[in-house]
T-cell receptor, first 115, second 114 residues
C-alpha cells in the first residue's frame, strides 16, 4: 500500500530565510502525482504545488519549489524568502495516476515563521 | 463561482444523535470526497464518489454513510454519533483529468460529540 511520511512535525524559520520541508513516500508504481497542500489557521486547504512523476523537471511556483527524487522516493518543498503568511500546516500528498481516485496525505508539518 | 461549500460550519451533538453534513460543488467535477482531520493524523478518507451514482469506502468508513444525490452534492451522515467522531470534516472535489487532478476543498465542519 502507498504511504506518505512527513518526518518533521514542526519547523521554524526566520522571516526572509529559506526552509525545506521533507516528504518521502512508498510506492511500486511509476506513474503518479505528488502534491503539497497548505492549511493556514483559517483551515482552508490550498494547493501549493504539483509534480507529475513522469516529468524529471522539478515544479516551481513563485517562491515555492520542489526537489523531486524519484529513485529515492523523496519530494521536499522549498520555500524561499519566507513570509509571515507562509505560517501554516503543510501536507504532502500522493495520487496514483488514473487507476485510483484516492489521494493519500501525510500527517503534516507545522511551519512557524519567526519575525 | 463558490467552489466547494459545506454546511454547517460548526455542530455540537450528544452521543447517539444523528446528523447529515452537506457538501456541494459548482465546478462540474465528477469525483467528490469526505475526509476527517484529527490532530497529528493528517487527513483520512472516509468515503468517496468517483461519479454520480457510485460511492466507495475509504480508510475510515465505520460509523458513516454517504449519498451522492447528484453530480453537485455529496452528503455524509452520522447515524448514531460517538465521541470518537469528534473531528473536523472536509469535503473535496476533483476532475481526475491528467492535467487537472488536484482536489479542491470546502472550508470544513468542526463537529463535537459530547
Amino acid at each position: 500500500a502507498q504511504t506518505v511520511t512527513q518526518s518533521q512535525p514542526e519547523m521554524s524559520v526566520q522571516e526572509a530565510e529559506t526552509v525545506t520541508l521533507s516528504c518521502t513516500y512508498d510506492t511500486s508504481e511509476s506513474d503518479y502525482y505528488l502534491f503539497w497542500y497548505k492549511q493556514p489557521p483559517s483551515r482552508q486547504m490550498i494547493l501549493v504545488i504539483r509534480q507529475e512523476a513522469y516529468k524529471q523537471q522539478n515544479a516551481t511556483e513563485n517562491r515555492f519549489s520542489v526537489n523531486f527524487q524519484k529513485a529515492a522516493k523523496s519530494f521536499s518543498l522549498k520555500i524561499s524568502d519566507s513570509q509571515l503568511g507562509d505560517a501554516a500546516m503543510y501536507f504532502c500528498a500522493y495520487l496514483l495516476s488514473f487507476r485510483d481516485d484516492k489521494i493519500i496525505f501525510g500527517k503534516g508539518t507545522r511551519l512557524h515563521i519567526l519575525p | 463561482n463558490a467552489g466547494v461549500t459545506q454546511t454547517p460550519k460548526f455542530q455540537v451533538l450528544k452521543t447517539g444523535q444523528s446528523m447529515t453534513l452537506q457538501c456541494a460543488q459548482d465546478m462540474n467535477h465528477n469525483s467528490m470526497y469526505w475526509y476527517r482531520q484529527d490532530p497529528g493524523m493528517g487527513l483520512r478518507l472516509i468515503y468517496y464518489s468517483a461519479s454520480e451514482g457510485t460511492t466507495d469506502k475509504g480508510e475510515v468508513p465505520n460509523g458513516y454513510n454517504v449519498s451522492r444525490l447528484n453530480k453537485r452534492e455529496f452528503s455524509l451522515r452520522l447515524e448514531s454519533a460517538a465521541p470518537s467522531q469528534t473531528s473536523v470534516y472536509f469535503c473535496a472535489s476533483s476532475e481526475m483529468d491528467r492535467g487537472h487532478n488536484e482536489q479542491f476543498f470546502g472550508p470544513g465542519t468542526r463537529l463535537t460529540v459530547l
